[in-house]
């Protein structure tokens, strides 16, 4: 037999298992990633961190090399990573980890972690509007779209939307959105010990006032595992509070101050 | 048997995500709210109860202590289709707006979570989430 006919069964063999093809790879490149923490960095840095960080950049390849949105599994031999990492499954693990949560820690920490929830949104959105303000943007539809972004990439599109901002400032905010997930999986477990991320107390704080689900999620995965169901039990309102606010309460005051 | 507790998983994933679809809808916003939280509680307050009863057993267990495991590696994959790309070429604005929101939330997460017990957590109850599983009988 040839080999390139060879290849080609191998290429369909992969292309018609997606979803397990993702499997090994993730599991190669979680083992690569823990071997590296281990040799390099006396696990200092965490495997799960190193390993989030190489998601990262194979997105980054995906993207230049396709052009697409959805980094490697763009990508057609990859595509399960797509179904693996896609939203249905990361929300089911996330509910998953409940299983190892505790109860009264939860309501404990409850009062906080809804206190946050709105500290967080607020804050953001101010954050993003001052960014804007800097930027010369000055009227309140881009402004509004700009800060929602800065709170979720998902709060931009849905906010901007809704009052009608233009295509360039929608994408903008998705962008503001994106950075902060990124940053948000990447930093957290080097900024974990300075903001007493430990407990699940602070755990839900953190959820509540970052937001981003899938940063959230990332950036406690590579601090302590442990952690992770407190932090995505607020994350996961958050979205939902950013969409509520910024296009309505937020949007009027914006308006109010800057018309 | 490893079903039941991928069963008992997902249906308090769906009603989560009802609850939360729901709520969306009558706060008049095209998003779920909290779906994904309410499926949280719901599966807590539902382990704990069965736990109680004695009706948990290993098999089930290990059926949500499982996809529990797999929390990790589906990060990484999320990771790996991130819109990274967008991201880098959302221009200076859009890197600063994140940069700037991401350091002064960290900033302010000490001030909401004084008061807490941070002692508290090292031995909380962590069964299920590694490796090892609850209350075998």
């Known amino acids: 037999m ?3 006919r060879v290849l080609e069964i191998l290429g369909n063999v992969l292309k018609n298992n997606g979803l397990i093809v993702a499997f090994a790879i993730v599991g190669l490149t979680m083992y690569l990633s823990y071997f590296m923490s281990n040799k390099f960095t006396k696990g200092r840095i ?40 896609g939203g249905m499954l990361r929300d089911f693990a996330i509910v998953a980890t409940a299983f190892g949560a505790n109860f009264s820690e939860i309501k404990k920490a409850g009062v906080n972690g809804v206190l946050s929830l709105f500290v967080g949104v607020i804050l953001s959105f101010i954050v993003g509007v001052i960014i804007a303000l800097a930027f010369g943007y000055r009227d309140a539809i881009s402004l509004t779209t700009i800060g929602a972004g800065t709170a979720t990439y998902i709060v931009g599109p849905v906010t901007g939307s809704a009052i009608g901002a233009s295509s360039e400032v929608i994408t903008l905010s998705i962008a503001a959105g994106l950075v902060k997930s990124i940053l948000t999986m990447i930093g957290t477990p080097f900024i974990a010990k300075y903001i007493g991320l430990n407990n699940p107390r602070t755990a839900m704080v953190y959820g509540g006032i970052m937001g981003t ?39 009027l005051l914006t308006k109010a101050i800057f018309a | ?65 499982f996809w529990s495991g ?61 490796q090892s599983v609850r209350n075998t009988r």
């Open chain 1, 2 to 4: 040839e080999a390139s």
């Open chain 1, 213 to 251: 689900t899938s940063g959230v999620a990332g950036g406690l995965a590579a601090t302590d595992p442990k952690l992770v169901p407190y932090g995505a039990v607020t994350a996961t309102f958050y979205t939902g509070l950013g969409c509520l606010l910024a296009p309505s309460v937020l949007f």
């Open chain 2, 1 to 65: 048997m490893v079903i039941f507790g991928v069963a008992i998983l997902s249906i308090c994933f769906l009603s989560g995500m009802f609850f939360g679809d729901l709520l969306g809808d009558i706060l008049g916003i095209d998003a779920n709210v909290g779906g994904v939280g309410f499926a949280m509680l719901m599966l807590i307050l539902l382990v704990e109860y069965l736990k109680k009863k004695d009706k948990l057993n290993k098999q089930t267990q290990e059926g949500l202590a």
């Open chain 1, 46 to 85: 965490h495997g799960s961190a190193i390993a989030i960080a190489l998601g990262l950049v194979l997105a980054y390849i995906g993207g230049v090399v396709t052009g697409g949105e959805k980094g490697l599994s763009d990508i057609t031999l990859f595509s399960g990573i797509g179904l693996m990492g």
């Open chain 2, 70 to 130: 797999m929390y990790i590696p589906i990060v990484i994959a999320m990771s790996a289709q991130q819109n990274v790309v967008a991201a880098l070429h959302g221009g200076i604005l859009a890197i600063i707006a994140g940069v700037v929101v991401v350091v002064v939330s960290w900033a302010v997460v000490p001030l909401l979570s004084r008061g807490g017990n941070i002692d508290a957590i090292l031995e909380i109850d962590v069964n299920g989430g590694e």
